[in-house]
């Protein structure tokens, strides 16, 4: 019977792979970040993957790859095998880093499968407590009268923090110093200590920090006020008409994952993020949850990556 029913599916192609789905996971699955714990990506699969432990039976745990702006974990996953045991949690430089790096090993619209698209989180603006300037504008001016002695760290080259910095930079024509390090959390350490002068950053990150007066906020980079942070205005309001910044996570796994583990892992995580605990527990952390099917991820990487193609040009950074 067994050799009719393999005999069978050779034939008319009738097998499908629901088994596959069924028996998923069969062993601990990894969630690959490429920054450093303490980022907006890191909190947020983090708690995703304390969930889907529970949800699978099975280990789901967070693995942080950092460096290249989140191209080496990128590229990890890519070379992973397509079983769904390995994922990528999707960043927002993944649209960024087609056109800010010279050379790339891997192709994020082509090499990787979109699974879901979890949350968006505004940006937040923020100056050590010395730094003389309450408001974007007197941080503008500040920086016109200081030229080159600002200084503003970023989790990374092509990441969300350093692009959003480089928008300001050129919207607002100031000369300021990026210092690039592998995670936001080591950048945000040295504003809280005075080593660096302000930082735009996920609102996740900061609010700790603004809430207890050690970093003093100035501004938001939505186009809207942003939930988490309803009295501070956003740039785009305050200095800087245009300006709109937003990070983004998501879960992407190696090309040729089975369409029914795909299926299957953006079913559980959308039930997740739509749960009322997850929900309440990101909404007070500031993200703005979307959910969706695996296409929703795949259309937003494609139109964040011609959007950030076009302010990467304008901005003339490049990175070998």
């Known amino acids: 019977m067994k050799l009719s029913i393999v005999a069978s599916c050779i034939v008319f192609g009738a097998c499908s792979n629901d088994g596959a789905a069924q028996n998923y996971p069969a062993k601990p699955v990894r969630l690959v970040n490429g920054f450093l714990p303490g980022g907006a990506t890191d909190i947020i699969g983090r708690i995703i993957a304390q969930k889907l432990t529970v949800a699978f039976g099975q280990t789901v ?12 974990a990128a590229e990890s996953v890519v070379r992973a095998a397509p079983d769904g045991h390995t994922l990528l949690i999707a960043f927002t430089g993944l649209a960024i880093n087609p056109s ?8 994020p619209q082509k090499d990787l499968a979109p699974v ?6 505004p940006l937040l603006l923020a100056v050590h407590p010395s730094v003389p300037a309450k408001t974007v504008g007197e941080l503008i001016a500040l920086a016109k009268r200081r030229p080159g002695e600002l200084t503003f760290p970023s989790s990374g080259n092509g990441s969300s923090s350093h692009l959003g910095a480089e928008l300001f930079r050129v919207m607002a024509g100031i000369d300021v110093v990026h210092v690039p390090y592998k995670g936001g959390a080591q950048g ?11 930082m735009i950053n996920p609102v996740p990150e900061m609010l700790p920090y603004a809430r207890s007066d050690r970093i003093r906020a100035l501004a938001t980079t939505s186009r809207e006020r942003a939930p988490a942070a309803p009295d501070l205005p956003t740039i785009h309001e305050a200095a800087l008409p245009g300006y709109e910044m937003g990070s983004w996570s998501g ?7 089975p369409d ?3 299926a299957r892992l953006n079913t559980e995580v959308t039930k997740l993020l739509r749960s009322t605990e997850v929900r309440n527990q990101l909404d007070g ?3 703005i949850i979307l959910a969706g099917p695996p296409q929703a991820l795949s259309s937003h990487l494609k139109a964040e990556t011609e959007k950030w193609a076009v302010v990467i040009k304008a901005a003339g950074t490049r990175i070998d």
Not at 62 to 71: D, F, T
Not at 251 to 257: E, N, Q, S, Y
């Open 251 to 257: 879960i992407m796994a190696p090309l040729g994952t």
């Open 100 to 107: 800010l790096y010279t050379r790339m090993n891997y192709n």
């Open 116 to 121: 879901v698209l979890m949350a968006t989180v």
């Open 188 to 198: 945000l350490i040295d504003l809280v200590s005075g080593s660096m002068s302000f």
């Open 285 to 287: 952390l500031g993200y």
């Open 260 to 262: 029914e583990i795909i």
């Open 61 to 72: 745990a967070v693995e942080n790859r950092p460096g290249s702006g989140g191209n080496i």
